[in-house]
């Protein structure tokens, strides 16, 4: 029997984000949740955790099932909490005084460092609030593990830790994942869903050849489509001729066969259905300002160090020069933000030790928290109070990114992690910089947009 059975199940948000959809979830399958950013995998996930009600059709769980849902982002209450606090209250109720030392278990199952676990969970890393977001989950021992893009914010030996920590998962527990990473979603799942407004598929593959079965059904589809409309035309012009006959001869027969043609042409032509037309969630691209100067930002022997002030490492003396595209690798926690904090606060004039930067340098930055944001202003507010385009303009680059016109008015705090991530990404084209500095831009972004976004 099905842990968990969703049927004909859907759900309008303004517009209908999926409709018709049935899924049976049985114990031990690891499936993986596919689609575009702002397509409602998040949503999706909170409807099964019981966060959302459905507009239309019913979830069934078996008695007992338990189901833990890992979100995209911590919850403001989440980040508030230090973080064995927040571990501890994910323990199911009935064992939370006695079973508290599970709480440590997980800790050191992901390798949380001692000193991290009485701080609260929004003074971590974004790598560590993963790490723990996915403890606070599995803590709850659930039969069903919801999770919501958990490679985001993870370096590549902490998304290793992830795979396997999710192969070692007692093997019954069953795991749907939104995620677009495809490589992650080719070691950890067997299934695969892709989510559509209409019509979503579910193959018994992981990504990578699920995707290639979609294709193959599409185009199918999509020929067998343009046969029957074919086909239908045909059979109106056969009756189309048989009427002039009948008409001419007065025949009853021919009158009565041209009436069958048509109907048939009409039965035809209603049953055929368009093919699945994967409409993108809109493109990203950046622009740049040249620049004449011959070195843009200079470190001499800048010094990173957590808030406490432990030394993480010293930059020694290095420039960077106009043209140049830099990617900065480290483990999560080594201090990359750190030191792109002082990298930022320096391009802002702030006299930041160790770091000159060129006066005339114009520099975009988009950060992990995408914080230049603010959650109260609508989406045609953040581009006209930040540059003097003028209405109309706003909305016609609001839709070039992939905003429909009617959600212009929508406040930014509704948006799906992606959108969120690509209107920062078109203010960040709008700003023109000469240099950009951005802190893990693939995290939230989909499949499609991770592929062809590269810089011009
Ligand atoms: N409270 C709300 N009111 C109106 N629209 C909402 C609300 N919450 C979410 N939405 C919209 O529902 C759609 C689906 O959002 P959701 O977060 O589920 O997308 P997603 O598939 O998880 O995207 P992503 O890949 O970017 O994480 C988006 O267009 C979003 O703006
Ligand atoms: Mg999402």
């Given at each position: ?6 049927r ?56 007992g ?23 501890a ?76 920590f ?44 699920a ?59 209603s ?58 690798l ?36 988009v ?48 948006l ?30 989909d ?7 590269r810089?011009?």
């Open positions: 029997m099905s842990l968990v059975t969703l004909a199940l859907g759900l309008t948000l303004g517009a209908p984000l999926f409709t018709g959809l049935d899924l049976a979830i049985q114990k031990g399958d690891r499936i993986g949740l596919v689609a575009a950013n702002g397509r409602g995998k998040s949503t999706l996930l909170k409807v099964i955790a019981g966060l959302l009600p459905p507009s239309d059709g019913a979830i069934t769980a078996t008695r099932t338990r189901i833990a849902l890992m979100q995209q982002e911590p919850t403001p209450e989440q980040q508030a909490l230090p973080l064995r606090a927040m571990l209250g994910a323990l199911p109720p009935e064992t939370r005084e006695w079973e508290d030392w599970r709480v440590d278990v997980a800790l050191d199952a992901l390798a949380v460092p001692a000193d991290l676990r009485d701080r609260p969970l929004g003074a971590l890393s974004g790598g560590w609030q993963r790490m723990a977001m996915l403890a606070a989950a599995t803590l709850a021992e659930p039969d069903l593990l919801l999770l919501d893009e958990p490679t985001n914010h993870l370096d590549l030996a902490r998304i290793g830790t992830l795979e396997r999710i192969v070692d998962l007692p093997r019954e527990t069953a795991i749907l994942v939104a995620s677009h990473d495809r490589a992650f979603l080719d070691g950890v799942t067997n299934r695969t869903l892709f989510l559509r407004s209409t019509g979503s598929a579910v193959y018994a593959a992981p990504y990578g050849a995707r290639a079965s979609l294709d193959t059904a599409d185009e199918a589809a999509a020929r067998r489509y343009e046969t029957d409309l074919k086909q239908g035309a045909k059979l109106r012009r056969q009756a189309a001729k048989l009427h002039n006959l009948g008409v001419n001869s007065g025949s009853d027969l021919l009158t009565v066969k041209t009436k069958q043609l048509r109907e048939r042409a009409e039965r035809i032509e049953a055929a259905k368009p093919a699945h037309l994967e409409e993108s969630a809109g493109r990203i691209r950046l622009d740049e300002r040249g620049s004449e100067a011959k070195v843009l930002i200079a470190f001499d022997d800048l010094v990173v160090a957590t808030p406490d002030g432990r030394l993480l490492f010293e930059t020694g003396r290095r420039w960077i020069r106009p043209g140049e595209r830099i990617v900065l480290a483990p999560n926690g080594a201090g990359k933000s750190r030191f792109l904090d002082s990298v930022i606060r320096a391009l802002r004039g702030e006299a930041v030790r160790g770091v000159r930067t060129n006066p005339s340098l114009v520099a975009g930055v950060d992990q928290q995408l914080s230049h944001l603010g959650a109260d202003e609508t989406l045609q507010g953040a581009v006209v109070s930040r540059f003097p385009v003028g209405d109309q303009r706003a909305r016609a680059l609001l839709a070039g990114a992939g905003f429909p016109v009617e959600r212009h008015g929508d406040r930014v705090s509704v799906s992690g992606g959108q969120r991530a690509r209107l920062a990404m078109l203010i960040l084209r709008l700003e023109k910089p000469g240099f950009h500095v951005l802190d893990e831009p693939t995290n939230h972004l499949i499609e947009v991770r592929r062809c976004s810089p011009n």
